[in-house]
């Protein structure tokens, strides 16, 4: 599956540079949306930050 997305329209090359970092970042996005990253030991981390913070 493809997605065309318009991020935005420039003139000048600086606003063209802050197009391609916006549209990287939408990428980013978007491939952490649809394809979560599974938390597989989150209640184990949970604990284990729990007691990190009771040492401190």
Do not use: S, Y
């Not at 990253?37 to 007691?51: A, N, T």
């Amino acid at each position: 599956m493809k997605e065309l997305t318009t991020i935005g329209i420039a003139k000048l090359d600086e606003e063209m540079d802050t197009l391609v970092k916006r549209g990287r970042e939408w990428i980013d996005r978007e491939q952490q949306r649809r394809h979560p990253r599974l938390d597989l030991f989150g209640e184990e981390r949970i604990r284990c930050e729990q007691e990190r913070m009771n040492a401190e």
